[in-house]
């Protein structure tokens, strides 16, 4: 089943799509530069972006970290890049009564793996019409994704993306299971691959999630190669001084070598099909 | 450091404390002949009870299972029986709203094991200045519960319980490390070992979370030989019919059975200690 | 069923025995010295010792590490143990030719975890007719243990214990299933927990195994509340300069505190089976 | 580093090497059928091949398995294998003492994974001179191989391959780490993705080892888009009738289709490498 998109779709059988962006939404004129640099990124590659930002971080591991520009603020931004580049934008929701503000401003609302299973959010997410990529849960079989997709499917709403991003795997460490790709798509609904956050190390900086940036790029080829519909990447000009997500972030600069090879083996697997 | 609630506190040198109720408020009848016959058996075998049971099931594996009382209704109920029966009473929030109503109805307010990361949820609820009951996420390290202590604690709520009920174990399956009470006990809180949730098997029956019965009393002597504040144990006089949770809770008929070896040995391994 | 051995047997419904003694035999002297030691404190106690000691690391984790003083050498030492102190005496076999000598000196087999399913070893340790304690391979589900038990039994040897010495959780770290231990006692045979084993860290020294001895008391706790037929401690006057398994082993000087609360837990837990 | 093994050699910048066959020994005429039929295949894709068959299955689930036509008509039987196609070959060693006998038949002497911490076992494999192809145990981290690969080195012997095969994940199933192939590849030598064994289910069949043969063409294609020297697939014409692995092993007729996208994602990954 493909997911339409604005000016494409996400499918099985269709080149894969590139979610990208920074974690959070640090500023508009962050946003803005961020959004400009993948756009032209994308244009080259040939590649169909969607930006990604948070403007919100709701369950940091720590209290002292830092959280966002709020609703707000965040919306309004997200919505400007929306309208300046035309490019979809993606956004997570944290709490039933956000989704109906956050599906004004945006394309697609992402469900944090934490709360797949919160079946209010899930429903509001479903009801506004737009496209929902959920996070399988750390804690959660590939296969249980299928009640998710019925419970979004409940309102109607059947543009859905599954997403992946590590399974638990003892303490401080997540495991990508990449049957888990062909599993989730038995649903039917386009596979997306996070790359980034899959490399966390949940705790592991202490007072903070660490993470394992070396592997975001075999880790990414191997689901190309596994057959996704889309890429889940978060990117930053300087990872290091990012307020979050720092350690499993990929330098602005180093996504064009990242993205390269994935295009020519996700072309090789998806030969034959449809384009 | 010891807890103080109601009539008695709970403490890591405090006889166990027992928190018990059937998993669902099923209606006002049924919740009041559970906190009876509770209440009667917990006077015989004196032991304190924190009586137990949820308005709204919120994280449902499927979207067909029943969700219960609501909130109006439910705290209505649990209201009516903490004065009723003279009992401190437990429920679960799930939305930061939800803290302050639940907070005028019930004594502790119960985090969720999903939940246990999200901000915003644990700030609601520390600043009722009730007792905070937090599951710990299955997909949570039990030294990383000194992050969640943290964020409860800025609120100046310094009355908090950390319970363990399984961790991510490959797929389908939790297991008990043992090790996580002693290591959640460094924190200097209170910690409750939930005997019955940790015997579920997510997804197990395909579209609900299945569960091991059998092993909730081996797994609920072990913890309370390792050292345990209070035990969390869900229980329905007749479980295989309950609209929740049925694979795991224990049989009220049962209860006394389960509960008198536990006795004998939380008082030798508390031996010496306060009483 | 029981497995006699000597003046005592093994089983469920016996009061725990206790398998003790350091990692390796690092000489005649200090072999006496430990089981001396040993055989006074459990006469003390009014528990009794199988005294355990291995002539062969057949697996360490760096190939400069010690490997011990040899089958002959080592043979020698634990049948004079065992004819001096007039204990049993338990030693593990790496290699199926190793078995009818080590026979000869000693009176139970012990079978490595990593070797729990090599067909040769089980069967010509079982031609032995002594005592076979089967030690649960970290990759080995519980109830895959009665696949063991047959590979033993088609030799016709009943004399089996079966012991849990952790499963593999993520990389680096053992876990322990207390379900494991009621499990593996539906196969009919005495279970034995290994405290000590249970808590390494395989690779967590970077050259060598770590550990967290801190836990092997709660667990050694829980394991015996659950319901065990033997405990399996390893321990050594000075472990931190033992040549092996330093930071698992108890300090011989700690023994009696961590034993005395085990047998108050024995007890109460059995109570009401035959003594 | 670069191993050479008869007229190719197998190195990360190498085009991936194919090791092949099934699982047992069945019989000559059996063994010289599936070399017949691999040798035409991989003469056609292009694909150097290396023959693999075991004489005897040590450690079985079950006693009652089928363990193979043994050492001596086994060795023979790849002896002529070996001489009669010209290709190299490998079989499985499981005591100190085969390691001799085996490498006057055969190539590449193969260390299981229970095995792969048996210190003796490497040795004598290491001081055959021949090519010693590791097999990372379900138990083990994937950084602690460099210890394995130490012990080797003490040989004198630089011929090392090692191979990743599944890592324990809960009970009866194993998980890919794709990671894992990157980390073994630093320690400069060859690694192998061994992609039948790693869909096993560990006692998934109650008496024997389980499988899920559709995964074996995802994770192959993740493996190769990852990085490494060689693919280790069984093969047989009619798996489901096959003495032993028989739910993982690829029909010999699908082995085409399988593997031409793996020589195309291969190519792709290592473009820019030597050739």
Redesign the interface.
Known sequence: MNVPLGTFSLGQDQPFRLIAGPCQIESRDHAFFMAEALSTLCRELGIDLIYKSSFDK??????RAA?GVGIVEGLKILADIRAHFSIPVLTDV??PEQCAPVAEAVDVLQIPA??C????LLIAAGKTGKVVNVKK????????MK?IV??LE?TGNHRILLCERG???????L?????A??IMAQTGYPVVFDATHSVQQ??GLG?ATGG?R??VA??A???????VSALFIETHQTPDTAPSDGPTMIPLADMRALLE?LI??DR??KQGSQN
């Not at 299973?117 to 209010?120: A, E, I, K, S, V």
């Not at 399974?167 to 460490?173: E, H, I, K, V």
């Not at 495991?175 to 049957?179: E, L, P």
């Open positions: 709701a369950n940091r591991t720590s209290l959280r944290h709490a934490f709360l299973r919160q079946t209010d849960g750390q804690f959660l079989a590939p296969y249980d009640h019925e419970k409940s399974t638990c795997f003892g303490y401080g460490m495991i990508n299971d990449m049957r790709l062909p949940p705790g007072h394992q070396e592997f075999p880790l080829r191997a689901a190309v190669a596994t057959g090879p020519g083996i090789l697997v």
